[in-house]
Protein backbone atom coordinates (compact mmCIF):
# COMPACT_ATOMS: atom_id res chain seq x y z
CA UNK A 1 0.00 0.00 0.00
CA UNK A 2 1.29 3.39 -1.00
CA UNK A 3 2.42 5.98 2.05
CA UNK A 4 -0.12 8.56 2.35
CA UNK A 5 0.45 11.78 4.07
CA UNK A 6 -2.36 12.63 6.83
CA UNK A 7 -3.64 15.21 4.88
CA UNK A 8 -4.90 12.38 1.86
CA UNK A 9 -5.70 10.28 4.69
CA UNK A 10 -8.16 12.64 5.77
CA UNK A 11 -9.46 13.27 2.26
CA UNK A 12 -10.31 9.66 1.51
CA UNK A 13 -12.30 8.87 4.65
CA UNK A 14 -13.93 11.95 3.92
CA UNK A 15 -14.40 10.89 0.08
CA UNK A 16 -15.46 7.32 1.68
CA UNK A 17 -18.38 8.60 3.86
CA UNK A 18 -19.73 10.52 1.05
CA UNK A 19 -22.47 8.78 -0.27
CA UNK A 20 -22.15 9.79 -3.91
CA UNK A 21 -18.30 10.14 -4.36
CA UNK A 22 -17.89 6.20 -6.15
CA UNK A 23 -14.96 3.95 -5.48
CA UNK A 24 -13.57 4.63 -8.91
CA UNK A 25 -12.81 8.38 -8.08
CA UNK A 26 -11.05 7.20 -4.94
CA UNK A 27 -9.07 4.94 -7.26
CA UNK A 28 -8.58 7.38 -10.13
CA UNK A 29 -7.48 10.44 -7.22
CA UNK A 30 -5.05 7.98 -5.17
CA UNK A 31 -4.20 5.12 -7.24
CA UNK A 32 -6.27 2.96 -4.17
CA UNK A 33 -8.10 -0.33 -4.70
CA UNK A 34 -11.62 -0.95 -2.91
CA UNK A 35 -9.96 -3.65 -1.04
CA UNK A 36 -7.34 -0.49 0.14
CA UNK A 37 -9.93 1.73 0.71
CA UNK A 38 -11.77 -0.70 3.14
CA UNK A 39 -8.61 -1.52 4.94
CA UNK A 40 -7.57 1.81 5.39
CA UNK A 41 -11.32 2.83 6.75
CA UNK A 42 -10.54 -0.34 9.24
CA UNK A 43 -7.46 1.16 10.49
CA UNK A 44 -8.95 4.71 10.73
CA UNK A 45 -12.41 4.09 12.49
CA UNK A 46 -13.33 2.89 15.60
CA UNK A 47 -14.48 -0.46 15.86
CA UNK A 48 -18.72 0.60 15.61
CA UNK A 49 -17.91 3.73 13.23
CA UNK A 50 -16.27 0.86 10.90
CA UNK A 51 -19.57 -1.05 10.82
CA UNK A 52 -22.01 1.42 10.28
CA UNK A 53 -19.61 2.79 7.29
CA UNK A 54 -19.52 -1.22 6.12
CA UNK A 55 -23.57 -1.94 6.53
CA UNK A 56 -23.99 1.86 5.15
CA UNK A 57 -22.19 1.09 1.75
CA UNK A 58 -22.94 -2.17 0.99
CA UNK A 59 -24.75 -2.57 -1.73
CA UNK A 60 -25.11 1.31 -2.03
CA UNK A 61 -25.45 1.89 -6.55
CA UNK A 62 -23.67 5.33 -5.63
CA UNK A 63 -20.76 3.77 -4.09
CA UNK A 64 -20.28 1.24 -7.47
CA UNK A 65 -19.83 3.23 -10.73
CA UNK A 66 -20.93 -0.15 -12.52
CA UNK A 67 -24.07 -0.36 -10.31
CA UNK A 68 -25.03 3.49 -11.28
CA UNK A 69 -27.51 4.12 -13.79
CA UNK A 70 -26.59 7.29 -15.03
CA UNK A 71 -22.80 6.70 -15.49
CA UNK A 72 -21.68 10.14 -17.26
CA UNK A 73 -23.33 12.09 -13.60
CA UNK A 74 -20.25 12.96 -11.32
CA UNK A 75 -20.58 14.13 -7.83
CA UNK A 76 -18.55 16.99 -6.95
CA UNK A 77 -18.28 18.04 -3.29
CA UNK A 78 -18.31 21.76 -2.28
CA UNK A 79 -15.84 20.98 -0.48
CA UNK A 80 -13.55 19.82 -2.58
CA UNK A 81 -12.62 23.13 -4.46
CA UNK A 82 -10.68 24.04 -1.41
CA UNK A 83 -8.91 21.01 -1.66
CA UNK A 84 -5.89 22.52 -4.09
CA UNK A 85 -3.65 18.95 -4.88
CA UNK A 86 -7.33 17.51 -6.21
CA UNK A 87 -6.35 16.79 -10.15
CA UNK A 88 -10.22 16.71 -10.36
CA UNK A 89 -10.81 20.36 -9.62
Known sequence: MIKLSRRSLDRIIQMCWEDRTPFDMIKAQFSLSEK?????????????????????????????????????????SNSQREISYNKFN
Do not use: C, P, Q, Y
Request: aromatic share 8%.
Open 36 to 76: EVISIMRKNLREKSFIRWRKRIDGRKTKHSALMKDKNHRFK
